[in-house]
């Protein structure tokens, strides 16, 4: 059954309290929530209504052993191999964007530049999921293109927005699929299939410093153009 915590939030506040939640306790969300979040999220549009997304959603045991796997590798310095190639490269603009969120969350965690010890174990975090109780992936059949990524974005936001209406709080992470053989192994997912994200959800610690930090938003005015309007 779900409990009473959930209550209505509309959708310009859930846009604005949505954020990267990177701790999370340890109590589960049951499948009747995740199972309504999804309902809804697949509602999302897709180009020609393709609907080219397919999901497995884990918890428990599996996801534990998940994580320690997947942060095993990163400790142990293994090449990763993501069936979707990451970013190496941004404009300047970007990248000072990016460099800034790790700038402000560490000093959010009052974590030195130099405390290489302190980084590293924030990395291998990331690769457990930062204590999610569950873990959504999402995947597509090798064949599909870049338009269908796109369509796994929007359905990525619905199921971020929809969280919040339960109280719940996610952090979309690339770091999840970056070993797809290890999660294929633990999740049974055909090699036909290309992992493209994995959406970590729990109910937020909001005692943990992690969850202090939330990375700001460009000026309206350097991103949109106006023209006869």
Not at 126 to 141: E, N
Request: charged share 30%; proline share 6%; net charge positive.
């Amino acid at each position: 059954m779900i409990t009473n915590r959930r209550r209505k939030v509309e959708l310009k506040g859930a846009i604005r309290k949505r954020q990267s939640i990177r701790a999370f306790k340890p109590e589960p969300v049951s499948k009747e929530i995740l199972n309504r979040i999804m309902e809804d999220a697949l509602l999302a549009p897709s180009w020609g209504n393709t609907q080219p997304w397919e999901f497995t959603i884990v918890g428990g045991n599996t996801v534990k052993k998940l994580g320690e796997e997947l942060s095993n590798k990163k400790l142990n310095n293994v090449p990763d191999n993501p069936d979707l190639e990451m970013p190496e490269k941004w404009p300047d603009l970007c990248m000072n964007r990016y460099r800034n969120v790790g700038k402000g969350l560490f000093e959010t965690l009052s974590i030195e530049r130099g405390d290489k010890e302190k980084r590293d174990q924030h990395y291998l975090n990331m690769y457990k999921f930062f204590g999610a109780p569950s873990m959504i992936y999402i995947y597509i059949d090798k064949e599909l293109g870049i338009y269908s990524v796109l369509d796994v974005g929007i359905i990525i936001q619905n199921i971020s927005l929809l969280a919040v209406d339960y109280d719940l709080g996610t952090c979309i992470e690339a770091a999840a699929v970056r070993y797809p053989d290890i999660v294929r192994k633990h999740l049974n997912i055909p090699g036909s299939k290309k992992l493209v994200m994995g959406i970590a959800i729990g109910y937020p610690d909001r005692d943990s410093p992690y969850n202090r930090y939330k990375s700001g938003r460009e000026n309206p005015d350097v991103l949109i153009r106006w023209i006869d309007v």
